[in-house]
Protein backbone atom coordinates (compact mmCIF):
# COMPACT_ATOMS: atom_id res chain seq x y z
CA UNK A 1 0.00 0.00 0.00
CA UNK A 2 1.32 3.76 -1.23
CA UNK A 3 1.66 5.25 2.60
CA UNK A 4 1.36 8.70 0.59
CA UNK A 5 -2.21 7.86 -0.03
CA UNK A 6 -2.89 7.42 3.74
CA UNK A 7 -3.73 10.61 4.53
CA UNK A 8 -4.80 12.22 1.27
CA UNK A 9 -8.27 12.95 1.42
CA UNK A 10 -10.19 12.55 -1.10
CA UNK A 11 -7.59 10.90 -3.07
CA UNK A 12 -7.84 7.78 -0.84
CA UNK A 13 -11.54 7.62 -1.00
CA UNK A 14 -12.04 5.15 -3.76
CA UNK A 15 -8.74 3.51 -2.54
CA UNK A 16 -9.70 0.11 -1.71
CA UNK A 17 -6.17 -0.75 0.21
CA UNK A 18 -7.51 2.50 2.49
CA UNK A 19 -11.05 1.10 2.56
CA UNK A 20 -10.03 -1.78 4.15
CA UNK A 21 -7.46 -0.65 6.47
CA UNK A 22 -10.18 1.92 7.76
CA UNK A 23 -12.42 -0.65 8.71
CA UNK A 24 -9.73 -2.56 11.63
CA UNK A 25 -10.64 -1.34 14.93
CA UNK A 26 -9.79 0.98 17.78
CA UNK A 27 -10.34 1.21 21.57
CA UNK A 28 -12.51 4.54 22.44
CA UNK A 29 -14.27 5.42 25.79
CA UNK A 30 -17.18 7.41 25.35
CA UNK A 31 -16.81 10.78 26.78
CA UNK A 32 -20.33 11.31 27.84
CA UNK A 33 -23.53 9.05 29.16
CA UNK A 34 -24.40 7.95 25.79
CA UNK A 35 -28.21 6.37 24.94
CA UNK A 36 -29.70 4.14 22.37
CA UNK A 37 -26.49 3.78 20.52
CA UNK A 38 -27.25 1.41 17.64
CA UNK A 39 -23.61 -0.21 17.26
CA UNK A 40 -24.48 -4.17 17.25
CA UNK A 41 -27.98 -4.09 15.98
CA UNK A 42 -29.48 -3.47 19.36
CA UNK A 43 -29.92 0.17 20.95
CA UNK A 44 -27.10 0.31 23.81
CA UNK A 45 -26.38 2.17 26.23
CA UNK A 46 -23.03 3.96 27.51
CA UNK A 47 -21.56 5.14 30.42
CA UNK A 48 -19.05 7.61 30.68
CA UNK A 49 -15.27 6.46 29.95
CA UNK A 50 -17.10 2.78 28.78
CA UNK A 51 -15.09 1.18 26.56
CA UNK A 52 -16.11 0.77 22.76
CA UNK A 53 -14.14 -0.76 19.73
CA UNK A 54 -14.99 1.18 16.46
CA UNK A 55 -13.38 1.17 13.01
CA UNK A 56 -11.25 3.50 12.37
CA UNK A 57 -13.58 5.15 9.88
CA UNK A 58 -16.29 5.64 12.63
CA UNK A 59 -13.95 6.57 15.18
CA UNK A 60 -12.78 9.55 13.10
CA UNK A 61 -16.16 11.13 12.73
CA UNK A 62 -17.36 10.48 16.18
CA UNK A 63 -14.61 12.57 18.42
CA UNK A 64 -17.01 14.68 19.46
CA UNK A 65 -18.31 11.66 21.69
CA UNK A 66 -15.36 9.69 22.81
CA UNK A 67 -11.99 9.99 23.06
CA UNK A 68 -9.78 7.67 21.35
CA UNK A 69 -6.84 5.15 22.65
CA UNK A 70 -4.19 3.27 20.57
CA UNK A 71 -4.76 -0.17 19.89
CA UNK A 72 -2.12 -2.64 21.43
CA UNK A 73 -0.49 -2.91 18.38
CA UNK A 74 0.58 0.67 18.88
CA UNK A 75 1.31 0.97 22.12
CA UNK A 76 4.29 1.67 24.24
CA UNK A 77 5.04 -2.10 25.70
CA UNK A 78 5.04 -3.13 21.58
CA UNK A 79 6.76 0.14 20.46
CA UNK A 80 9.87 -1.27 22.91
CA UNK A 81 9.59 -4.51 20.99
CA UNK A 82 9.63 -3.31 17.78
CA UNK A 83 12.41 -0.66 18.86
CA UNK A 84 14.64 -3.41 19.79
CA UNK A 85 14.51 -6.11 16.75
CA UNK A 86 11.98 -5.32 14.25
CA UNK A 87 13.38 -7.68 11.99
CA UNK A 88 11.79 -10.67 13.93
CA UNK A 89 8.95 -8.90 15.20
CA UNK A 90 5.43 -11.05 12.60
CA UNK A 91 3.53 -7.77 12.13
CA UNK A 92 0.94 -9.94 9.64
CA UNK A 93 -0.20 -11.49 12.72
CA UNK A 94 -0.40 -8.37 14.49
CA UNK A 95 -2.27 -6.08 11.97
CA UNK A 96 -1.81 -7.17 8.13
CA UNK A 97 -0.91 -3.38 7.11
CA UNK A 98 0.52 -1.94 10.20
CA UNK A 99 2.78 1.40 8.66
CA UNK A 100 -0.73 2.32 7.14
CA UNK A 101 -2.50 2.00 10.07
CA UNK A 102 0.22 3.56 12.05
CA UNK A 103 0.12 6.44 9.62
CA UNK A 104 -3.47 7.08 9.73
CA UNK A 105 -3.27 6.88 13.69
CA UNK A 106 -1.50 10.20 13.78
CA UNK A 107 -4.51 12.14 11.69
CA UNK A 108 -5.99 15.49 13.10
CA UNK A 109 -9.71 13.86 13.35
CA UNK A 110 -8.37 11.58 16.35
CA UNK A 111 -7.96 12.86 19.59
CA UNK A 112 -5.46 10.87 22.00
CA UNK A 113 -4.89 12.20 25.19
CA UNK A 114 -0.88 13.37 24.62
CA UNK A 115 0.31 14.63 20.95
CA UNK A 116 3.73 13.41 22.04
CA UNK A 117 2.57 9.87 22.50
CA UNK A 118 1.55 10.04 18.45
CA UNK A 119 5.19 11.72 17.66
CA UNK A 120 6.87 8.82 19.55
CA UNK A 121 4.95 6.59 17.65
CA UNK A 122 5.19 7.34 14.42
CA UNK A 123 9.31 7.84 15.12
CA UNK A 124 9.36 4.34 16.16
CA UNK A 125 7.52 3.56 13.07
CA UNK A 126 9.99 5.28 11.32
CA UNK A 127 12.85 3.50 12.18
CA UNK A 128 11.17 0.06 12.20
CA UNK A 129 10.31 0.46 8.94
CA UNK A 130 13.77 1.89 7.72
CA UNK A 131 15.59 -1.49 9.65
CA UNK A 132 12.70 -4.05 8.17
CA UNK A 133 13.13 -2.47 4.52
CA UNK A 134 16.97 -2.92 4.75
CA UNK A 135 16.16 -6.38 5.92
CA UNK A 136 13.73 -7.10 3.34
CA UNK A 137 16.63 -5.79 0.65
CA UNK A 138 18.87 -8.65 2.73
CA UNK A 139 16.57 -11.75 2.45
CA UNK A 140 15.66 -10.78 -0.75
CA UNK A 141 19.53 -10.58 -2.39
CA UNK A 142 19.68 -14.00 -0.30
CA UNK A 143 20.22 -16.87 -2.66
CA UNK A 144 18.99 -19.80 -0.50
CA UNK A 145 16.28 -18.65 1.42
CA UNK A 146 12.79 -20.01 1.99
CA UNK A 147 10.60 -16.78 0.44
CA UNK A 148 7.72 -18.12 2.18
CA UNK A 149 9.09 -17.97 5.61
CA UNK A 150 9.87 -14.29 5.05
CA UNK A 151 6.53 -13.22 3.67
CA UNK A 152 4.95 -14.90 6.17
CA UNK A 153 6.36 -11.86 8.88
CA UNK A 154 5.58 -8.89 6.29
CA UNK A 155 2.99 -6.46 6.33
CA UNK A 156 0.39 -6.16 2.54
CA UNK A 157 3.24 -3.35 1.86
CA UNK A 158 6.24 -4.71 2.63
CA UNK A 159 4.97 -7.89 0.96
CA UNK A 160 4.69 -6.12 -2.42
CA UNK A 161 8.28 -4.26 -1.99
CA UNK A 162 9.44 -8.08 -1.23
CA UNK A 163 7.92 -9.18 -4.25
CA UNK A 164 9.20 -6.60 -6.27
CA UNK A 165 12.80 -6.91 -5.35
CA UNK A 166 12.44 -10.58 -6.22
CA UNK A 167 11.58 -9.84 -9.19
CA UNK A 168 14.24 -7.52 -9.60
CA UNK A 169 16.83 -10.01 -8.81
CA UNK A 170 15.19 -12.70 -10.74
CA UNK A 171 15.99 -10.10 -13.73
CA UNK A 172 19.43 -9.21 -13.11
CA UNK A 173 19.95 -13.05 -13.02
CA UNK A 174 18.81 -13.90 -16.42
CA UNK A 175 20.43 -10.19 -17.83
CA UNK A 176 23.89 -12.06 -16.03
CA UNK A 177 23.67 -15.35 -18.02
CA UNK A 178 22.16 -13.95 -21.41
CA UNK A 179 18.17 -15.24 -20.74
CA UNK A 180 16.74 -12.15 -21.64
CA UNK A 181 16.02 -12.58 -24.97
CA UNK A 182 14.51 -15.80 -24.39
CA UNK A 183 10.79 -15.97 -25.42
CA UNK A 184 8.75 -17.38 -21.94
CA UNK A 185 5.35 -18.51 -21.31
CA UNK A 186 3.23 -15.81 -20.36
CA UNK A 187 2.32 -16.49 -16.04
CA UNK A 188 -1.27 -15.94 -17.02
CA UNK A 189 -2.09 -18.34 -19.39
CA UNK A 190 -4.36 -21.40 -17.57
CA UNK A 191 -3.27 -24.63 -18.32
CA UNK A 192 -6.54 -26.86 -19.15
CA UNK A 193 -6.13 -29.90 -17.38
CA UNK B 1 8.14 1.91 -8.26
CA UNK B 2 9.64 1.30 -11.75
CA UNK B 3 13.22 0.62 -11.78
CA UNK B 4 15.22 0.51 -15.54
CA UNK B 5 15.79 -3.27 -16.63
CA UNK B 6 19.71 -4.35 -16.72
CA UNK B 7 18.97 -4.62 -20.55
CA UNK B 8 18.49 -1.24 -21.06
CA UNK B 9 21.32 -0.12 -19.42
CA UNK B 10 23.39 -2.37 -21.63
CA UNK B 11 21.48 -0.94 -24.40
CA UNK B 12 22.90 2.53 -23.90
CA UNK B 13 26.59 1.12 -23.24
CA UNK B 14 26.95 -0.45 -26.48
CA UNK B 15 27.06 2.78 -27.62
CA UNK B 16 30.82 3.12 -26.44
CA UNK B 17 33.54 2.50 -29.07
CA UNK B 18 35.69 -0.75 -29.33
CA UNK B 19 38.68 -1.57 -31.37
CA UNK B 20 37.84 -4.19 -34.27
CA UNK B 21 39.80 -5.61 -37.30
CA UNK B 22 38.05 -5.90 -40.01
CA UNK B 23 38.03 -9.05 -42.63
CA UNK B 24 36.09 -6.74 -45.31
CA UNK B 25 36.20 -3.92 -47.35
CA UNK B 26 33.85 -1.25 -47.34
CA UNK B 27 33.62 2.54 -47.50
CA UNK B 28 33.17 5.20 -44.60
CA UNK B 29 29.62 4.40 -43.24
CA UNK B 30 27.56 7.78 -42.65
CA UNK B 31 25.42 6.95 -39.22
CA UNK B 32 23.50 9.04 -36.84
CA UNK B 33 25.75 9.47 -34.18
CA UNK B 34 28.80 9.04 -36.23
CA UNK B 35 31.24 8.27 -39.31
CA UNK B 36 32.93 4.69 -39.02
CA UNK B 37 35.33 3.28 -41.47
CA UNK B 38 36.35 2.86 -44.15
CA UNK B 39 36.79 -0.92 -43.55
CA UNK B 40 39.67 -2.27 -45.05
CA UNK B 41 40.87 -6.01 -44.07
CA UNK B 42 43.62 -6.04 -41.08
CA UNK B 43 43.08 -2.16 -40.48
CA UNK B 44 41.95 -1.71 -37.04
CA UNK B 45 39.37 1.07 -36.00
CA UNK B 46 37.18 1.91 -33.78
CA UNK B 47 33.26 1.33 -34.09
CA UNK B 48 30.48 0.94 -31.69
CA UNK B 49 30.04 -2.23 -29.47
CA UNK B 50 26.42 -2.90 -30.96
CA UNK B 51 27.95 -2.72 -34.47
CA UNK B 52 31.13 -4.93 -33.78
CA UNK B 53 29.07 -7.48 -32.18
CA UNK B 54 26.25 -7.83 -34.98
CA UNK B 55 29.84 -7.99 -37.42
CA UNK B 56 31.31 -10.76 -35.51
CA UNK B 57 28.44 -12.71 -35.15
CA UNK B 58 28.46 -12.66 -39.10
CA UNK B 59 32.04 -13.57 -38.93
CA UNK B 60 33.34 -9.74 -40.73
CA UNK B 61 35.56 -8.76 -37.60
CA UNK B 62 37.98 -9.64 -34.85
CA UNK B 63 37.19 -7.95 -32.18
CA UNK B 64 40.33 -6.48 -29.56
CA UNK B 65 40.17 -7.16 -26.02
CA UNK B 66 39.85 -3.57 -24.62
CA UNK B 67 43.02 -2.82 -22.49
CA UNK B 68 40.90 -2.04 -19.00
CA UNK B 69 39.96 -5.63 -19.33
CA UNK B 70 42.85 -7.95 -19.04
CA UNK B 71 43.51 -9.65 -15.81
CA UNK B 72 46.37 -7.29 -14.15
CA UNK B 73 44.26 -4.09 -14.63
CA UNK B 74 41.43 -5.88 -13.07
CA UNK B 75 43.31 -7.69 -10.22
CA UNK B 76 44.83 -4.25 -9.35
CA UNK B 77 41.07 -2.79 -9.23
CA UNK B 78 40.17 -4.85 -6.98
CA UNK B 79 42.78 -4.93 -4.82
CA UNK B 80 42.66 -1.17 -4.40
CA UNK B 81 38.53 -1.46 -4.00
CA UNK B 82 39.28 -4.21 -1.11
CA UNK B 83 41.71 -1.47 0.45
CA UNK B 84 38.73 1.23 1.17
CA UNK B 85 36.40 0.05 3.16
CA UNK B 86 33.78 2.55 2.68
CA UNK B 87 34.28 4.84 -0.78
CA UNK B 88 34.23 3.21 -4.07
CA UNK B 89 37.32 3.73 -6.48
CA UNK B 90 36.95 5.28 -10.27
CA UNK B 91 35.89 2.56 -11.92
CA UNK B 92 38.45 1.97 -15.29
CA UNK B 93 34.93 1.94 -17.33
CA UNK B 94 31.21 3.61 -16.68
CA UNK B 95 29.94 0.33 -18.37
CA UNK B 96 32.37 -2.23 -17.24
CA UNK B 97 29.68 -4.40 -15.93
CA UNK B 98 27.99 -4.15 -19.51
CA UNK B 99 30.81 -4.69 -21.83
CA UNK B 100 32.55 -7.57 -19.63
CA UNK B 101 29.15 -9.57 -20.08
CA UNK B 102 28.74 -8.68 -23.61
CA UNK B 103 32.54 -9.38 -24.75
CA UNK B 104 32.99 -12.71 -22.67
CA UNK B 105 29.55 -13.86 -24.00
CA UNK B 106 29.90 -13.36 -27.96
CA UNK B 107 33.61 -12.62 -28.65
CA UNK B 108 34.97 -15.26 -26.22
CA UNK B 109 37.55 -16.97 -29.04
CA UNK B 110 38.81 -13.31 -29.29
CA UNK B 111 39.52 -12.95 -25.37
CA UNK B 112 42.34 -14.26 -22.87
CA UNK B 113 42.29 -14.96 -19.15
CA UNK B 114 38.08 -15.64 -19.55
CA UNK B 115 37.63 -17.50 -16.56
CA UNK B 116 39.76 -15.38 -14.41
CA UNK B 117 38.26 -11.95 -15.52
CA UNK B 118 34.53 -13.09 -15.13
CA UNK B 119 35.47 -14.14 -11.59
CA UNK B 120 37.01 -10.76 -11.15
CA UNK B 121 34.64 -8.91 -12.74
CA UNK B 122 31.70 -10.87 -10.35
CA UNK B 123 34.20 -9.78 -7.17
CA UNK B 124 35.17 -5.88 -7.84
CA UNK B 125 31.21 -6.21 -8.32
CA UNK B 126 29.98 -7.53 -5.06
CA UNK B 127 32.55 -5.08 -3.47
CA UNK B 128 31.30 -2.05 -4.74
CA UNK B 129 27.65 -3.43 -4.21
CA UNK B 130 28.29 -4.02 -0.48
CA UNK B 131 30.28 -0.47 -0.25
CA UNK B 132 27.05 0.92 -1.70
CA UNK B 133 24.31 -0.60 0.39
CA UNK B 134 26.14 0.36 2.56
CA UNK B 135 26.09 4.30 2.37
CA UNK B 136 22.21 3.73 1.28
CA UNK B 137 21.82 2.45 5.18
CA UNK B 138 23.87 5.07 6.78
CA UNK B 139 21.94 7.57 4.81
CA UNK B 140 18.48 6.10 6.15
CA UNK B 141 20.04 5.46 9.39
CA UNK B 142 20.07 9.60 9.54
CA UNK B 143 16.66 9.70 8.45
CA UNK B 144 15.34 7.84 11.12
CA UNK B 145 17.49 9.14 13.46
CA UNK B 146 16.50 12.71 12.41
CA UNK B 147 19.77 13.84 12.10
CA UNK B 148 21.19 16.54 10.37
CA UNK B 149 24.59 15.15 9.01
CA UNK B 150 27.69 17.89 8.81
CA UNK B 151 27.32 18.36 5.36
CA UNK B 152 23.88 19.73 5.58
CA UNK B 153 21.98 16.39 4.06
CA UNK B 154 23.81 17.05 0.87
CA UNK B 155 24.75 13.27 -0.53
CA UNK B 156 26.92 12.46 -3.64
CA UNK B 157 26.92 9.69 -5.41
CA UNK B 158 30.63 9.16 -6.84
CA UNK B 159 32.25 6.81 -8.56
CA UNK B 160 29.73 4.47 -8.90
CA UNK B 161 28.19 2.99 -12.01
CA UNK B 162 24.71 3.69 -13.84
CA UNK B 163 24.16 -0.09 -13.28
CA UNK B 164 25.21 -0.59 -9.41
CA UNK B 165 22.99 2.92 -8.92
CA UNK B 166 20.37 0.83 -10.67
CA UNK B 167 20.32 -2.16 -8.22
CA UNK B 168 19.94 -0.19 -5.28
CA UNK B 169 17.29 2.10 -6.88
CA UNK B 170 14.06 0.33 -5.80
CA UNK B 171 14.95 -0.45 -2.46
CA UNK B 172 16.37 3.19 -1.57
CA UNK B 173 14.15 5.48 -3.27
CA UNK B 174 11.33 3.41 -1.48
CA UNK B 175 13.39 3.72 1.96
CA UNK B 176 13.44 7.75 1.44
CA UNK B 177 9.98 8.38 0.82
CA UNK B 178 8.73 6.42 3.58
CA UNK B 179 10.97 8.33 5.49
CA UNK B 180 9.84 11.80 4.25
CA UNK B 181 5.95 10.93 4.77
CA UNK B 182 6.75 9.82 8.15
CA UNK B 183 9.10 12.57 9.23
CA UNK B 184 6.56 15.72 7.29
CA UNK B 185 3.89 13.79 9.57
CA UNK B 186 6.15 14.07 12.91
CA UNK B 187 7.29 17.85 11.79
CA UNK B 188 3.36 18.62 11.41
CA UNK B 189 2.37 17.13 14.96
CA UNK B 190 5.14 18.93 16.81
CA UNK B 191 4.45 22.07 15.00
CA UNK B 192 0.74 21.94 15.73
CA UNK B 193 1.32 20.77 19.44
CA UNK B 194 4.11 23.84 19.60
CA UNK B 195 1.23 26.16 18.10
CA UNK B 196 -1.35 25.12 20.57
CA UNK B 197 1.06 25.61 23.90
CA UNK B 198 2.21 29.46 22.55
CA UNK B 199 -1.94 30.10 21.84
CA UNK B 200 -2.67 29.01 25.48
CA UNK B 201 0.36 30.71 27.39
CA UNK B 202 -0.26 34.07 25.10
CA UNK B 203 -3.53 33.89 27.04
CA UNK B 204 -2.53 33.02 30.50
CA UNK B 205 -0.25 35.79 30.70
CA UNK B 206 -1.17 39.14 28.76
CA UNK B 207 -3.77 41.49 30.38
CA UNK B 208 -5.63 42.26 27.51
CA UNK B 209 -8.10 45.02 28.28
CA UNK B 210 -11.54 44.81 27.69
CA UNK B 211 -14.54 47.14 26.49
CA UNK B 212 -14.40 50.79 27.12
CA UNK B 213 -11.31 50.78 28.78
CA UNK B 214 -9.41 49.38 25.86
CA UNK B 215 -10.95 52.00 23.74
CA UNK B 216 -9.58 55.13 26.01
CA UNK B 217 -6.27 53.77 25.64
CA UNK B 218 -6.58 53.48 21.77
CA UNK B 219 -7.68 57.27 21.70
CA UNK B 220 -5.32 58.24 24.36
CA UNK B 221 -2.04 57.05 22.08
CA UNK B 222 -3.80 57.99 19.09
CA UNK B 223 -3.64 61.82 20.51
CA UNK B 224 -0.42 61.48 22.02
CA UNK B 225 1.11 60.71 17.94
Given at each position: ????????????????????????????????????????????????????????????????????????????????????????????????????????????????????????????????????????????????????????????????????????????????????????????????? | ??????????FIAEDELIKVTPRFREQRLQMITGNFGPFAPGVPLKIPIWMALNLKNRGLVIVHQPKWMTEEKLKEWLESENADNTNAIAPLHYHYREISRMLLQNCRDNMSDITEIEQLV????????????????????????????????????????????????????????????????????????????????????????????????????????
Open positions: MDLSMVDRSPGNYLDLEDIVMSDSKIPCRSRFHLKNIDLHSVPEEFDEGKKIELPLWLAESMTEFVRHEFPKEYTTRFQSILRADPEIVNLHRHEPKYFAKGLKLSSEKLDFPDPRDTVIMLETLLEAASRRMLWIAMQASASKINQSKVECKLDDGEKVHYSQLIAQQEEYKEWKTGRTGIIKESKDRFKSI | MSVIHPSEIEEDIWNVRISKLKMSCKNVMKTRWQMEIPDHGGVFKIDNFTQMEVNFIRGTFLKGLNLSFVMSNKITTIEQKAEQHMLGDTTNSSATVPTGSSAMSQFTQSQNQN
